[in-house]
């Protein structure tokens, strides 16, 4: 019993090695040599090698049977079952690690779905992969892709190219040290930062993720997206390249160059094809406006628009608009900035604080000349309200008033149509009251000093009524739509969102202004 296990396991073991012998099947003219001890054949003419699976052609060829090695010459062909076809001008076939090394000319095939060309190529038929080390280029039907190094694992269809990556394709070309490519899927893998080149100049740069160039559709992290008029970054950015569409997931920045502006927020998404940019979910901006002082805006919604046409380019805000610079601040409900004349319009219930001043209307405008707040103008029902030292409510209201400024503090206020005013008379030196102004009018033009009232005119057949302070009643301090809003005014930390504060922190900061 004991011999006949030996000798089945002689008989499988000879199949064995049978089996992973390499065989001369074809040629036209052999010459036996010796090469340092260890004789060969030499074949010539239309020579055929086999080993299981993989054929060898070639012209000529040094057979090792010892070694289980051939080196093959000339228009070298070997084929892998039915999917791989390799050419060279030269190889070296190791039957024993199923080792193919390929030099010159080299082409690799598979099932007609990537090409790949290099001088120097290795196939390890046991791992069933090939690699390149001294520059490599795979074509298909989509894509160009070139590299220093490159592995091609020929079970998965995946490529994995390293140093000096480049993609070409009629869209766009791509730029890395190193990324993957499946050659069956068309979908490409970003392992280190990539930077993309659209056929329109943008440029987008990438951490890593996915991008299928077939749908056109991609899956980034941590992405920047550059156009001529904007730079976005996130976390995450998904890409839908047919519609020109990118949505964008955390830490969302959105830089308009032109306008030294930059948007932040949680979630975005860019129309490409319509230049339209929005960022919601905790949404805020930040716009330098003079030298040493920035306008911040938040709101649930901020929408930039950009066009070839200036007269198009738009800065939206949306629900709950919020605005703090250090001598101004506004809520409104919606906002929009007009690029080309650089003004600021504010909607639905908008209000403005310079200072102890409240500026209300059913429409604000702002106008910012050389990055300065240059003028605001209220339009229907205008009211201005401002504190004095013993905080009473100077009031002034009209159909409309512009508010000019002069080294960022308010300077004068003009009122036109349905002027009415009340103002509290402080002796100079005292500051006791020595009772109140009541004047209607058309107009009426309040200069301002240290950013409080210094005096006022009246135009167009004025009606004033003085009121010493015994006279004074309750009714008579307060004009029709009288409505002082100061807990609405914001502080930067409500606008910038950065952290959370304490309501402590909120009126120390109110008590500032």
Not at 367 to 384: D, G, H, W, Y
Request: proline share 2%; hydrophobic share 35%.
């Amino acid at each position: 019993m004991r011999y006949a296990l030996l000798f089945i396991f002689l008989l499988c073991t000879q199949g064995l090695m049978a089996q992973g012998r390499v065989t001369l099947k074809q040629a036209d003219q052999l010459i036996g040599g010796v090469k340092d001890g260890e004789r060969f054949d030499r074949v010539i003419g239309n020579v055929i090698f086999e080993q299981n699976r993989t054929t060898i052609y070639c012209d000529s060829a040094l057979f090792f049977r010892g070694k289980n090695i051939v080196e093959a010459f000339g228009r070298v062909r070997i084929i892998e079952g039915d999917s791989v076809t390799i050419t060279a001008e030269r190889a070296e076939y190791d039957g024993n690690i199923r080792l193919a090394k390929l030099r010159r000319n080299v082409v690799f095939t598979k099932l007609a779905m990537a090409t790949l060309y290099t001088d120097y190529l290795d196939f390890d038929r046991l791992k069933n992969e090939a690699y390149y080390f001294n520059k490599g280029r795979l074509v298909d039907s989509i894509n160009v892709l070139t590299s220093f190094k490159g592995y091609y694992q020929v079970n998965t269809n995946i490529a994995s190219f390293k140093q000096n990556v480049v993609v070409e394709n009629p869209d766009y070309t791509m730029k890395s040290d190193s990324l993957q490519y499946n050659s069956r899927t068309k979908i490409i893998y970003f392992r280190t930062e990539t930077t993309v080149i659209d056929k329109e100049g943008g440029t987008f740069t990438y951490e890593g993720g996915e991008y299928d160039t077939q749908s056109q559709q991609s899956d980034f992290k941590k992405g920047l997206a550059e156009s001529q008029s904007y730079t976005l970054t996130g976390n995450i950015i998904r890409l839908d390249d047919l519609r020109k569409f990118y949505t964008v997931k955390g830490n969302v920045v959105m830089t308009h160059k032109e306008e030294n502006l930059v948007i932040y927020g949680d979630d975005a998404f860019f129309d490409k094809q319509n230049n339209i940019a929005k960022v919601y979910t905790n949404a805020w901006l930040t716009k330098v406006i003079d030298e040493g002082d920035t306008l911040f805006i938040s709101a649930d919604t901020l929408v930039s628009i950009d066009s070839d046409d200036p007269a198009k380019k738009r800065l939206l805000a949306y629900n709950r608009v919020k605005i703090f610079k250090s001598d101004i601040q506004g809520t409104a409900d919606s906002l929009e900035y007009r690029q080309i004349d650089s003004i600021m319009f504010m909607y639905k219930s908008p209000a403005l604080w310079t200072a102890g001043n409240q500026m209300t209307a059913d429409s604000i405008s702002m106008l910012i000349q050389n990055n300065t707040l240059s003028k605001v103008f209220l339009t229907v029902n205008a009211f201005v309200i401002s504190t004095d030292t013993l905080k009473n409510y100077n009031q002034i209201k009209g159909r409309k008033m512009t508010a000019s400024f002069r080294n960022n503090q308010l300077h004068q206020v003009v009122v036109e149509g349905n002027g009415e005013s009340v103002y509290f008379a402080l002796e100079d030196k005292t500051n006791i009251l020595m009772g109140m102004n009541k004047i209607i009018c058309s107009n009426i033009t309040i200069r301002f000093k240290d950013a409080r009232v210094n005096n006022l005119s009246f135009y167009v057949r004025p009606e004033a009524d003085f009121i010493p302070p015994h006279e004074l009643i309750e009714d008579q301090k307060l004009l029709p739509g009288f409505n002082w809003k100061i807990e609405n005014r914001p502080t930067k930390d409500e606008v910038v969102k950065s952290r959370p504060e304490s309501p402590a922190e909120k009126t120390q900061e109110r008590s500032r202004l």
